[in-house]
């Protein structure tokens, strides 16, 4: 079976994640994958790090904590037709 990588949602939860996540992000990117980022009402500059990123920015106003941030994520790329959702942390400890 082939996986079209345009269907695959990665949610990736952040909070406080500023200097690593846009360095966890490109390589999803790279690899063609849809992008949610969930900024879990940081207090640094995570948002910003994401500019001109073409993922999609959803953030919480105040931080609900992981699992609000991936369940926020998840609906959101189940809304957009995602074929897959895979869950990903912002702080580069898994490689795309």
Do not use: C
């Not at 994640?17 to 994958?33: D, I």
């Not at 990123?53 to 037709?81: C, D, M, S, W």
Request: charged share 15%; no cysteine.
């Amino acid at each position: 079976m082939t996986v079209d990588p345009a269907g695959v949602f990665v949610v990736v939860p952040a909070y406080n994640e500023g200097p690593a996540v846009r360095a966890a992000v490109e390589p999803l990117l790279k690899r063609g994958y849809q992008v949610v980022v969930v900024d879990d009402g940081s207090t640094d500059a995570t948002w910003q790090a994401l500019d001109g990123l073409p993922v999609y920015r959803l953030r919480h106003p105040i931080n609900l904590g992981q699992g609000a941030a991936l369940q926020t994520g998840t609906e959101f790329a189940v809304r957009q037709g995602a074929s897959y959702v895979v869950h990903f942390d912002a702080d580069g400890q898994h490689q795309a």
